[in-house]
């Protein structure tokens, strides 16, 4: 039984073998009909062609041409020629790199205490070409900046090209751009007066202020196109304050502060300022003026009652900014509104800084208000003061009733007692009035917040003349 087995399983691997080897000799059967198809039989003509052109007998030269092993030899060999040659300039093609050397520096060469050129990029790309090798020696080892050479040239507008020398002789170099136009001007030189621009002020402690700045020099000089200069409405010096160590009070000096050029607009001008910097004494002062705090009052308590007394946790404040700021200011308004109010209050008010002060020794206060019973009391022949009239015109009333008005101040008795027709203004506006005779509206005021006024006739004719 054993023995059949055996018998069987060779028989199976004969067979198999068999298939592989008809595989083979099919695989390369077809091999050989297309190298017939493809280059025996198209080079056999050939030659039988050549043979026809040269008309020639010769017997040996057409057993040649009718042997398929000459020409299957033959057709090797052309055919390992043509794949050497190929194969000889594919390795140059795949050897062969490009890389690129971006923002070159340029070069210009010209006469720059004469002219201005514009147009120049400040920078080129160089693309390198060549063996990788060589393209890493070329970037060990570069050439010189890229160059171009407007020497001879003179004033206007030129088409010029840009030079590279590269290091090494097998590497193709190639700009980027290779050619720019440019326009060359005449160079002309003006003085200008330096003003100052003061900058991060802010930062400055705000009790601080620059109250004089003083530099090395006072003119400077812009050189450039003369339609540039033309542009040049103003040249500052840019003072950094923010540069100030530990500031305070006094004199101190910074270094090397930039001047720049601005137009009309604003906008920076290109040109060259001679010198580029200068130096600066800053003087800080920390002015400052203590006004009182002047509560006013807005709208109106309850009915029957007036306000008696109006305290202030802290009477008066210290201010800081400019001399000008403090000199206009007498008084800091601390308002608060006391419509409907029925009983004595008390207040936690913030103070409103007024415009240009930088600071204040205090940013709130406390205000009480006590009230009491309401009285009132006439006070007679207050006089009438004009406001507003225009420039060339007297004013005078129509009547002697005209030029006074009795007044009725209401508050407590005790706020009303001491008052007098010297503690209330009254006053007509004349603005935009001319020549002629006007009725006009009576205003009144008092000195004391905690009273109201009210005159007893709210009109009066007044009449207006030329000087």
Do not use: C
């Amino acid at each position: 039984m054993n023995k059949v087995k055996k018998t069987s399983s060779k028989k199976r691997s004969h067979k198999i073998l068999k298939k592989i080897g008809r595989a083979i000799y099919r695989f390369f059967e077809i091999i050989y009909k297309i190298f017939d198809k493809l280059l025996i039989t198209p080079l056999s003509k050939l030659i039988i062609l050549v043979g026809k052109l040269f008309k020639t007998n010769n017997r040996p030269f057409e057993r040649l041409l009718n042997n398929k092993i000459f020409l299957i030899v033959f057709s090797f060999v052309l055919a390992f020629g043509v794949f050497i040659i190929i194969d000889k300039n594919n390795d140059v093609m795949l050897n062969k790199s490009a890389d690129v050397l971006t923002n070159q520096e340029l070069t210009a060469l010209y006469n720059e205490e004469a002219y201005v050129v514009e147009g120049l990029p400040k920078s080129v790309d160089i693309t390198l070409i060549g063996r990788r090798a060589d393209l890493y020696l070329a970037k060990q080892y570069p050439s010189d900046e890229v160059i171009v050479d407007l020497r001879d040239l003179r004033p206007g507008t030129h088409e010029v090209s840009l030079k590279y020398s590269g290091s090494v002789s097998s590497v193709e170099y190639k700009l980027t751009p290779s050619s720019v136009t440019v326009v060359i001007y005449e160079k002309l030189t003006e003085s200008r007066t330096l003003s100052s621009e003061i900058m991060y002020e802010n930062k400055l402690d705000s009790k601080y202020t620059i109250s004089n700045i003083s530099f090395s020099r006072d003119e400077v000089y812009i050189k450039g196109a003369e339609y540039k200069l033309k542009q040049v409405a103003v040249v500052k010096a840019l003072v950094d304050v923010s540069k100030i160590v530990n500031p305070t009070v006094g004199t101190t000096t910074l270094k090397d502060i930039p001047l720049v050029a601005y137009d009309v607009n604003g906008e920076i001008v290109d040109v060259e300022i001679v010198p580029e910097s200068v130096d600066a004494t800053i003087e800080i002062t920390s002015p400052s003026k203590e006004v009182p705090l002047k509560v006013e009052p807005t709208g109106d308590v309850v009915f029957g009652k007036s306000i008696e007394s109006i305290t202030l946790s802290t009477t008066k404040i210290t201010i800081y900014g400019s001399e000008e700021v403090l000199t206009n200011i007498s008084s800091i308004p601390v308002k608060i509104d006391v419509s409907g109010l029925n009983k004595d209050t008390e207040f936690n008010v913030n103070i409103s800084k007024p415009s240009g002060v930088k600071e204040m020794s205090t940013s709130s206060v406390v205000v009480k208000v006590k009230l009491s019973e309401i009285s009132e009391k006439k006070v007679s022949s207050v006089s009438i003061e004009t406001r507003n009239l225009g420039n060339g015109l007297v004013a005078q009333a129509s009547s002697k009733e005209d030029s006074s008005v009795d007044v009725i101040v209401k508050g407590t008795s005790t706020n009303l007692k001491n008052v007098t027709s010297d503690d209330i203004t009254a006053y007509v506006d004349l603005k935009g009035l001319g020549v002629g005779v006007h009725e006009v509206e009576v205003m009144v005021s008092g000195d004391d917040v905690k009273l109201s006024y009210t005159p007893q006739k709210t009109k009066v004719s007044i009449i207006i003349k030329k000087q």
